[in-house]
């Protein structure tokens, strides 16, 4: 499967935005997908992930209750809307995919097969 990754911008503290992940190549319903991100001098991590129809979802602590994240599988497309965005959350941000993720190991970037190219979110004070 090919991922694009776009919506990516400069944004004011408090702001938001809407990441999007186009799929294409495979049947996008049969995989987990995930928001990574990973900011200069850090390690990546794990956002949030989405189980195959998009009811059962995860999110890393530094984000729950600011990020949600969706997916179509109508139109191929994850998504990631973005709220009260922080300087913290400057990062690249990647989505990721891959049809044998098992659910408990969602956060582990490992996992994933497929990765999308990255959109820069920038977030100034």
């Known amino acids: 499967v090919q991922l694009q990754a776009s919506g990516g911008g400069l944004v004011q503290a408090g702001g938001s935005l809407r990441l999007s992940c186009a799929a294409s190549?495979?049947?996008?319903?049969?995989?987990?997908m995930a928001w990574f991100r990973q900011s200069p001098g850090k390690e990546r991590e794990f956002v949030s992930g989405?189980?195959?129809?998009?009811?059962?979802?995860w999110y890393a602590d530094s984000v729950k209750g600011r990020f949600v994240i969706s997916r179509d599988n109508t139109k191929n497309t994850l998504y990631l809307q973005m709220n009260s965005l922080k300087p913290g959350d400057t990062a690249v941000y990647y989505c990721?995919?891959?049809?044998?993720?098992?659910?408990?190991?969602?956060?582990?970037?490992?996992?994933?097969?497929?990765w999308g190219q990255g959109t820069q979110v920038t977030v100034s004070s």
């Open positions: 989405s189980g195959r129809r998009g009811s059962n979802t």
């Open positions: 190549g495979r049947t996008f319903s049969n995989y987990v």
């Open positions: 990721a995919a891959d049809a044998g993720v098992i659910l408990s190991e969602i956060r582990n970037g490992d996992q994933y097969d497929y």
